[in-house]
């Protein structure tokens, strides 16, 4: 991700059907968030060539920076009319993990309201939660999205 401001949260749009949708969760993702009104930081990947890919072809790309822990995927899901949500996909290999059980709670995927997105990024950035604290509260939102802690 040449030119990316290793501060701003990377989003990477991937679905290409639908423009409108697009524009909508842009909008949501340019929104101040938190208790203080913080604006957004983001780097948004607006490319065709990530038309189609899956979060392990996103992964194998983006997992060469090394100062990354999260990428976001605008993709099919996040273009469907309903509330809008992004996939926190967690940049680990397991090769980084002491083991399955590290892998399984600091990996993997989940769902998030778009000023999700913020304080997700910024609470990894500074250390203060871990990819699997928000994979956690997510598992227990009624529909599996994490909506944020400081909302």
């Known amino acids: 991700m040449a030119g990316r401001d290793r501060d701003a949260a990377l989003i990477i749009r991937t679905d290409y059907r639908d423009e409108q949708a697009w524009a909508a969760v842009k909008a949501e993702l340019m929104r101040p968030w938190g208790d203080g009104?913080?604006?957004?930081?983001?780097?948004?990947?607006?490319?065709?060539?990530?038309?189609?890919?899956?979060?392990a072809q996103i992964l194998s790309v983006v997992v060469a920076d090394e100062e990354l822990s999260v990428v976001f995927l605008a993709d099919r899901?996040?273009?469907?009319?309903g509330p809008t949500?992004?996939?926190?996909?967690?940049v680990l290999a397991r090769e980084e993990c002491d083991s399955d059980e590290e892998f399984e709670a600091d990996g993997?995927?989940?769902?998030?309201?778009?000023?999700?997105?913020?304080e997700i990024h910024a609470n990894l950035m500074i250390a203060n939660l871990?990819?699997?604290?928000?994979?956690?509260?997510?598992?227990?939102?009624?529909?599996?999205?994490?909506?944020?802690?400081a909302i």
């Open 37 to 55: 009104d913080f604006e957004p930081y983001v780097h948004i990947a607006d490319d065709p060539k990530w038309a189609g890919c899956t979060s």
């Open 85 to 90: 949500t992004l996939l926190a996909v967690a």
């Open 108 to 118: 993997g995927a989940f769902r998030t309201v778009p000023a999700g997105v913020h």
């Open 77 to 81: 899901d996040s273009m469907r009319g």
């Open 130 to 149: 871990s990819f699997g604290d928000f994979k956690e509260a997510a598992k227990e939102d009624p529909q599996d999205t994490f909506q944020g802690f």
